[in-house]
């Protein structure tokens, strides 16, 4: 069985992803850019989100993490497979209808800065998705409503006149997460939120995100390479390797007993903050470079840089199948 896949007992899952991709043309030349082949971003990756959840998503910088998000806001349209809100397919959705999904998932980007226009003030910022879906009917109205989003996230309304390089980094990231929310969005779309922010901020938005998510009855998709944030703040967490979904796990079982190589390798790059416990830990490390999108590995993905690569790994792609009767699935043929 395929991780991702609904049933009677995933009755309450809000997200599902099944065997979706996203492939880009790869063009060469200067004048004509004939087309010379395909990039694999996401590759038949299939995983789900349950209601009220937040599933991790790691992996190493260009491993599909983005365009994953992306293609569940409709940034990007899929190549294949099916998106599934709740019970609706919004794989390939209508204009309006885009438009209304906009109301219930929106995304907080990764840049505090480049995501904010400069020529806009926080209120008009945070408001735009009022006026958008009109969800305000006066002025005052409004601007009641924009002050309380800012002092939902910690900032002060006097400060709504104010222009993004006016604010820190952590400010601005915080006019982001308020614009996200201003719509009562069931679902959000967390673009490595703090990476750009100092540890200790990104401990407060952290524990904002965490706040508003009781609050509010969200749903977040937190997406990272940091492997303590991520531990932090996950239910569920999924490593992605080349494009595919190779393990899902509940947070504890994903740390405490990895399946698959790669998140092993991953988990074992982790510092711990105890000598002892760090001079006793047994080494597990990948060699090599990660291979081209362009061009990937036949069979398993990740068996060039496997230590425990069997024949059949160069021969046929593992499935994400359950290892035992957890909710832990692996993609792996000797896990």
């Not at 880009?24 to 209601?51: Q, W, Y």
């Not at 505090?112 to 910022?125: F, H, K, Q």
């Not at 719509?183 to 965490?210: K, M, Y």
């Not at 940091?226 to 190779?246: K, P, T």
Request: net charge neutral; charged share 25%.
């Amino acid at each position: 069985m395929r991780a991702g896949l609904m049933s009677n007992k995933e009755a309450n899952i809000l997200l599902a992803l099944e065997g979706v991709s996203k492939f880009f043309p790869v063009r060469r030349g200067v004048i004509f850019k004939s087309r010379r082949g395909e990039l694999k971003a996401v590759d038949n990756l299939t995983c789900h989100i349950r209601k009220g959840e937040t599933l991790g998503l790691v992996g190493e910088s260009g491993c599909g993490k983005t365009t994953m998000g992306r293609l569940i806001m409709h940034l990007e349209e899929a190549t294949h497979g099916t998106i599934r809100f709740g019970e609706r397919d919004i794989t390939h959705p209508t204009k309006a209808e885009n438009r209304g999904l906009k109301k219930e998932m929106q995304m907080i980007f990764q840049d505090p800065v480049g995501s904010l226009n400069p020529r806009m003030t926080a209120e008009d910022i945070i408001g735009q998705p009022l006026l958008i879906h009109r969800l305000t009917a006066t002025r005052s109205e409004y601007r009641e409503r924009v002050a309380d989003l800012m002092e939902m996230v910690g900032l002060h309304p006097a400060m709504a006149g104010r222009y993004p390089h006016e604010f820190s980094g952590g400010q601005r990231q915080r006019i982001g997460i308020a614009r996200a929310i201003s719509v009562n969005p069931r679902f959000i779309v967390c673009d490595e939120p703090v990476s750009a922010l100092d540890v200790s901020i990104q401990a407060q938005i952290i524990n904002l995100l965490e706040s508003l998510q009781q609050e509010l009855g969200l749903t977040y998709l937190f997406i990272a390479h940091d492997l303590a944030v991520v531990r932090h703040i996950s239910d569920r967490i999924a490593v992605m390797y080349l494009g595919s979904i190779v393990e899902v796990a509940n947070r504890s079982d994903l740390y405490g007993g990895p399946k698959h190589p790669y998140t092993r390798a991953l988990l074992s790059a982790v510092p711990i903050p105890d000598p002892d416990a760090e001079a006793k830990r047994e080494p597990f490390e990948i060699k090599g470079e990660v291979p081209s999108l362009e061009n990937p590995p036949k069979g398993c993905k990740f068996h060039p840089r496997c230590p425990r690569a069997l024949p059949d790994c160069q021969k046929e792609a593992p499935l994400l199948i359950r290892q035992g009767d957890t909710d832990h699935w692996a993609a792996c043929h000797n896990p």
